[in-house]
């Protein structure tokens, strides 16, 4: 398993940016494809972005295509999520995750190492 720290969060006006960090241990972190996911109060988790270990494809849901990019750096063990035109649903616990899975899924339980979490806040 990989040991993940997410940071980055905070709080932040609509229309705002904010980009999260996620650090990794271990020398294997390019193996990994690498996720973004997110749980508001009261609401289930969903999937926000993924990124493939070497090629680099990324993954996005619907509703954060265009405003949020996922992007990683192999020699620096680190994944990470822009955030651009922030809105108030943005609003969340953002986790980061890693995968061995062999195909891509927009599923939590395909993700085997996660984060503990760093408070994205979305002010109207």
């Known amino acids: 398993q990989v040991q993940l720290v997410e940071s980055g969060g905070g709080l932040v006006q609509a229309g705002g940016s904010l980009r999260l960090s996620c650090a990794a241990s271990?020398?294997?972190?390019?193996?990994?494809?690498m996720g973004w996911f997110r749980q508001a109060p009261g609401k289930e988790r969903e999937f926000v972005a993924a990124?493939?270990?070497?090629?680099?494809?990324?993954y996005y849901a619907d509703s954060v295509k265009g405003r949020f990019t996922i992007s990683r750096d192999n020699a620096k063990n680190t994944v990470y999520l822009q955030m651009n035109s922030l809105k108030p649903e943005d609003t969340a616990v953002y986790y980061c995750?890693?995968?061995?899975?062999?195909?891509?899924?927009?599923?939590?339980?395909?993700?085997?190492?996660w984060g503990q979490g760093t408070q994205v806040t979305v002010s109207s």
């Open positions: 995750a890693a995968s061995l899975a062999p195909i891509f899924r927009q599923l939590g339980s395909d993700f085997g190492s």
């Open positions: 990124i493939a270990g070497s090629s680099g494809r990324t």
């Open positions: 271990g020398r294997t972190f390019s193996r990994y494809r």
